[in-house]
């Protein structure tokens, strides 16, 4: 995937001044953090009650750093990346991902997640999130096995890959997650207003696409329709075993070809996206059944959620060398097991705030003490950082991603406390979250432009401020 360019000396633009590097941040210091959003006409979506939040809890952090970069990171979502319209009265809203002119579905529900709180409060933010549902809902009817779409027909340069691929889509990797995260949007819209109008018969119609892609990738009867392979030197690009994957045992379990991350899996069972899957199956049954939708469908996606469970609970957790029992990142149903963690969400940190498992559980907290530490294959720990990162980078880099995510799942004020520094410590003066940077040189880093790791940022600053106040006002 296009995400793998280094930047090194990047420039800032302050209110019209280029600052580069590390000499900028120290420039930017005497410069009080001027604001690194676009100016108000060129932001591409504008909403009054987000500035109003931004204002607001600037007010109560004390660290004039930190509090710059909630304003630079919160709304980059809306300010950069959001393209709204309506077709006959029909709201519709393309979400890129930031320096990917493509949307993923798992990215564009990520991105504007952190806003649904402020619906009720913006009706035109409201239309925004009508609008994604049915740009989501008409992807989902396009094609259920795609992770990444145009906003038109224009075509991909992935055209070339070795699937089924149409013009309308950008990427066509099928994970399980791309799925999770619309049903993951519908609902919480849906309890977050009430508003029910998005549930019309396109959207049940992907209803039945999720559904029956998640049966199908289950493979009981056979490996399924879905296949890819690409030309590329990069083996996580690609799948083995002529485009299926490697071998797995029908379980129960659903394969997920690729990561979030878009990296091809290596043993077919992806534990995080399973828990995922679970969770948001529930959620689509209780939509069908709740609206009397369609009580056939709600009866098999439940069955189907339970049927999920009941093999994560036989075959997802294992007693780790050095760890008890542990939940492993992917398996196979033969019996082998990978025990790591990869920073993109869902992830097995992760878990809690997907609403997969408690915080407190044993087995969760077995986990994240494993995942958090050099037993960890991806965790690294630097002269400025530590955090998971994973292979679709590389070695020694951090996703920040990653530090966020074990904040916002952490009961602990110090290890939030920790994890804002090192957040602080890591975005080499440019005031927003990155892709990835090396432990020992966050001038090193990948994706200047990245929406989903900025919005992410403005949300666990948002949770603080709801949360534990008293942070704020002591870093």
């Known amino acids: 995937m296009e995400r793998r360019t280094f930047f090194k000396n990047s420039i800032l633009f302050t209110g019209g001044i280029a600052l580069t590097g590390m000499k900028g941040y120290a420039s930017l210091k005497q410069m009080k953090y001027i604001s690194n959003r676009p100016l108000p006409d060129n932001r591409l979506f504008v909403s009054p009650v987000i500035d109003e939040i931004i204002d607001k809890v600037k007010k109560e952090i004390r660290n004039p750093e930190l509090a710059w970069m909630f304003e630079n990171c919160f709304p980059n979502t809306l300010d950069s990346t959001v393209y709204y319209s309506e ?7 393309f979400v890129i991902t930031g320096d990917i002119n493509a949307m993923w579905l798992r990215d564009s529900t990520a991105q504007v997640w952190p806003y649904l709180p402020f619906v009720d409060g ?3 933010l409201r239309k925004l999130f009508q609008g994604l549902i049915n740009r989501q809902t008409k992807c989902v009817n396009i094609d259920s096995y795609a992770n990444a779409f145009n906003k038109d027909s224009e075509g991909s340069h992935w055209e070339s890959d070795n ?6 889509l950008h990427e066509r990797k099928w994970e399980i997650d791309s799925l999770c995260y619309t049903i993951r949007l519908a609902y ?3 309890k977050a207003t009430g508003d029910v109008s998005c549930f019309d018969t396109q959207w049940q119609e992907a209803a039945k696409k999720i559904v029956k892609t998640f049966k199908e990738q289950q493979r009981k009867e056979g490996r399924g329709s879905y296949t890819f392979q690409r030309k590329t030197s990069n083996p996580y690009d690609t799948l083995p075993g002529n485009g299926y994957g490697n071998p797995m045992n029908p379980i129960g379990l659903i394969v997920s070809s690729f990561r979030p991350s878009d990296d091809a899996t290596v043993l077919p069972f992806l534990i995080p996206s399973n828990y995922f899957a679970v969770v948001s199956l529930k959620q689509l049954s209780e939509i069908l059944a709740q609206l009397q939708i369609d009580t056939v469908l709600a009866k098999e996606a439940l069955e189907l959620a339970q049927e999920v469970e009941i093999a994560l609970g036989e075959f997802a957790i294992s007693k780790h ?3 008890g029992r542990t939940i492993a990142f992917e398996v196979d149903g033969f019996g082998n097991k990978l025990f ?26 077995s986990t994240r003490e494993f995942i958090l530490s050099i037993k960890n294959p991806w965790f690294f720990k630097g002269k400025y950082a530590e955090g998971i990162g994973g292979p679709h980078v590389g070695v ?18 110090e ?24 432990k020992d040189n966050p001038e090193n880093y990948t994706r200047s432009w990245f929406a989903w790791a900025n919005t992410l940022f403005g949300e666990l600053v948002l949770k603080v401020y709801k949360e534990r106040p008293s942070i704020l006002a002591s870093i």
């Open 163 to 168: 699937t089924d691929m149409k013009p309308e």
């Open 415 to 438: 290890e939030i406390i920790a994890c804002l520094k090192m957040l602080m410590k890591s975005h080499a003066g440019t005031g927003f979250m990155h892709e990835t940077f090396h």
């Open 122 to 124: 913006d009706e035109h």
């Open 340 to 365: 790591m963690d990869d920073a993109n969400i869902p992830s097995l940190l992760s878990l809690p705030y997907l609403g997969a498992l408690k915080p407190n559980d044993p087995v969760y907290l």
């Open 87 to 93: 077709e006959k009265g029909r709201p519709d809203t």
């Open 321 to 323: 060398l050095d760890y």
């Open 188 to 190: 919480h819209y849906w």
């Open 396 to 413: 020694d880099q951090i996703w920040p991603m990653s530090i966020i995510m074990r904040a916002i799942t952490s009961e602990k004020d």
